[in-house]
């Protein structure tokens, strides 16, 4: 369950991209905390809206860090949700086609219920 674990650690990951990213524009810009939010959660989600207050130029630094390292995260978060499903899907086919395989070669067996 490899897979479900870098689920996790990239989910912890995003809410600290998340938590710093708001904390950063509440600190830079001098933001409320709302808005610091909003205007993360516009980026990582890269709905496109236009800023929540104009950003200085520090604060467009920050928001391309904020930028990269949560696209980043929100992608590989996609790849490991991905490899999840398929590794259980896969897991589920072949555990199933042998306790079948194992089933057609027993012999004199009887079931009782």
Known sequence: MKAL???RLIGIAL????IAGT???HFIEGWSWFDGFYMVVTTLTTIGYQ???PL????RVFNICVIATGVSL???GIGALTQAL??????SFFGRRKMEREIDRLTDHYIIC
């Open 56 to 59: 200085s130029h520090a604060g």
């Open 23 to 25: 904390a950063g524009f």
């Open 74 to 76: 929100v992608f590989l």
């Open 15 to 18: 809410a600290l991209v998340i």
């Open 86 to 91: 398929l590794e259980f899907e896969l897991r």
């Open 51 to 53: 800023e929540t207050h």
């Open 5 to 7: 674990h870098n689920l």
